[in-house]
């Protein structure tokens, strides 16, 4: 326990004193405050439009419409983003050979990849919650439900982490940065394109492929509904891609 | 303390490291010497369980490096060739992380950390990033990290690269200090060192141990049959070769280099377990010739390690 913490502790010192969180935090922050200010503007204009033409105005739910689209958003910026958070975590203890410290100390891999991946789970914590100063606006003009909104980020949260996961195995596998973060990014794309492929196919193909994608199960979470297929379907993902990096050090030993 | 016992690494088909065997008591300082590349890293990756071997054994602390990594970690301090920093932490933050990976209990965390601190120097810039540091600060860190949670054993990989000579005479001397409470083992390939600071040598070329004795008795062993002295003398060459050749025990003189004028230098072999130096400074002075220099030439480990390396090619 003592080593997840001090390798959380040192990953997350060393996201914080490189630009990379800073920049990472700026840009998800103005993306997703540009869309919930423009997702506020449609619903504006809808309402104006509607009422010049005479008919009465159909009467939708406001912060709901704008929270999902918000999320809807949110999920590619973090396809963009979140390779960048786990690009270094081995690659960079690989090139400065520091990963000759920790697997020369009683830190098993187990404990070395438990202490990153919490490091940037924390981080996507920290994005959600400056995120959440703009939904909170919502709360002072209106009054949304505020469940569909944490089913929401619950949602979203899952698949950071599943993301998270893929990129830390990426990470293991090289110890170049920048091919680290392409190839977490390519991976995750086609995981996220995969349900286009879906459409053109037809019966158990169909429901298998829907099924691999990254992004069909989000669905249902930013609609408000948490379902346990669901999240079953992220945590799998997440454990696959850090067992599959641990197999990946423990293999590196046997290459030297 | 340390027992390889037939160890051999196959990289992509080439043998890194060839059934080497040796065995490092308590207490010991063990040299391992090899020029680069002949396997003096990988063997102590072994060590350190960084990685398997492909065939045999090792033993530390009675513990199997493979089958029982953990324990084994538990007990070595390792600085490998490039020290593993991390350059955007200062040497204090960095140790006590590396105190607290190690698994140093929390109280005595803060006195480990600065009793290392303290023994390699680095008192004046602990709060320094280390990014910023020079190679020789860099090399001391990583020192002082193999040394947190006292190691029983200390595998050091070029503990003195890049360092100046006031810092490498520290290094060694803090070897030399650490060799009553840990067992060491370092590798480099200055010779000098190893004479300085360990009590056994294993010279290890293309992946095969080649020689392995106490420094005096490498050279030794390797002196072979004559005692050599040198002589600088300022007189007629062949005059003088006469003369020196007339003497009871010289075996051979050779005739080298003019040094300028009439001083011409002489190897002499004389035969073993004779000291010839104050015959051999009468019987030219007798002459009445310029007698520059005399010294006796005891084979250096340099010598040693040439003559055993290119035995090897040859």
Redesign the interface.
């Known amino acids: 326990m003592?080593?997840i913490?001090?390798?959380w502790?040192?990953e997350m010192?060393?996201y914080f004193?490189?630009p990379i969180a800073y920049v990472v935090l700026t840009v998800f922050l103005f993306l997703s405050g540009l869309i919930f200010f423009g997702n506020l503007r449609e619903v504006y204009q809808y309402t104006m439009s509607t009422a010049q033409l005479g008919q009465g105005a159909q009467p939708i739910d406001v912060p709901a419409y704008v929270t999902q689209s918000m999320f809807r958003t949110v999920t590619v910026i973090l396809l963009f983003l979140l390779p960048m958070m786990t690009m270094g975590l081995f690659s960079e203890e690989k090139k400065?050979?520091?990963?000759?410290?920790?697997?020369?100390?009683?830190?098993?891999n187990t404990h070395a990849i438990l202490g990153k991946y919490l490091a940037s789970l924390t981080f996507l914590l920290i994005l959600f919650a400056a995120s959440s100063i703009t939904i909170s606006s919502l709360f002072i003009y209106s009054h949304p439900d505020w469940k569909p909104i944490l089913a929401g980020y619950l949602g979203l949260f899952l698949y950071g982490a599943a993301l998270l996961a893929l990129g830390l195995f990426i990470s293991t596998l090289t110890e170049n940065q920048i091919i680290a973060v392409i190839v977490t990014f390519g991976v995750s794309l086609v995981l996220w394109l995969i349900s286009v492929f879906a459409a053109s196919a037809t019966g158990a193909v169909r429901d298998v492929i829907n099924y691999l994608s990254v992004i069909s199960h989000l669905d249902d979470f930013i609609k408000g509904v948490i379902d346990t297929s669901h999240v079953i379907y992220y945590v799998t993902f997440a454990f696959v891609a850090l067992f599959l990096a641990y197999r990946s050090l423990e293999s590196m030993?046997?290459k030297? | 303390m340390i027992e390889v016992e037939h160890v051999s690494k196959i990289y992509s088909g080439r043998r890194a490291v060839d059934d080497v065997s040796f065995k490092v008591e308590k207490g010991e300082v063990l040299g391992f010497l090899g020029p680069n590349g002949a396997g003096k890293t990988t063997t102590m990756r072994i060590l350190t369980c960084y990685m398997p071997s492909t065939e045999g054994t090792a033993r530390i602390a009675g513990y199997d490096v493979f089958e029982d990594s953990l324990e084994v970690r538990k007990r070595i301090g390792y600085l490998p060739e490039n020290p593993p920093l991390y350059p955007e932490m200062t040497i204090k933050s960095y140790l006590e992380f590396v105190a607290k990976i190690k698994g140093t209990r929390a109280n005595q965390r803060k006195s480990q950390v600065s009793e290392a601190i303290g023994k390699c120097n680095l008192g004046d810039v602990q709060n320094r990033i280390i990014g910023k540091l020079s190679k020789g600060y860099k090399q001391r860190v990583g020192l002082a990290q193999a040394l947190l949670n006292n190691p029983e054993v200390l595998i050091l990989d070029e503990p003195t690269l890049g360092l100046d000579p006031k810092q490498i005479h520290d290094i060694r001397t803090l070897i030399k200090g650490l060799a009553s409470t840990h067992t060491v083992i370092l590798s480099t390939h200055i010779l000098p060192e190893v004479s300085m600071t360990c009590n056994r040598v294993v010279i290890i070329n293309k992946g095969k141990v080649v020689a392995m004795d106490t420094p005096e008795g490498l050279a030794r062993q390797m002196r072979g049959a004559a005692e050599r002295v040198s002589l600088t003398v300022e007189g007629p060459v062949e005059a003088v070769r006469e003369k020196l050749s007339g003497i009871d025990g010289v075996l051979n003189v050779e005739a080298g280099d003019s040094e300028g004028g009439t001083s011409v230098n002489y190897s002499v072999e004389c035969q073993l377990d004779s000291d010839l130096r104050r015959v051999l400074a009468a019987a030219v002075v007798a002459q009445g010739w310029g007698l520059l220099e005399l010294r006796g030439v005891s084979l250096s480990l340099e010598d040693v390690f040439i003559n055993l390396i290119t035995k090897e090619e040859a």
């Open positions: 003592q080593n913490l001090a390798i502790q040192r010192r060393s004193v490189s400065r050979g520091t990963i000759e410290l920790l697997l020369t100390t009683p830190v098993g030993r046997w030297g």
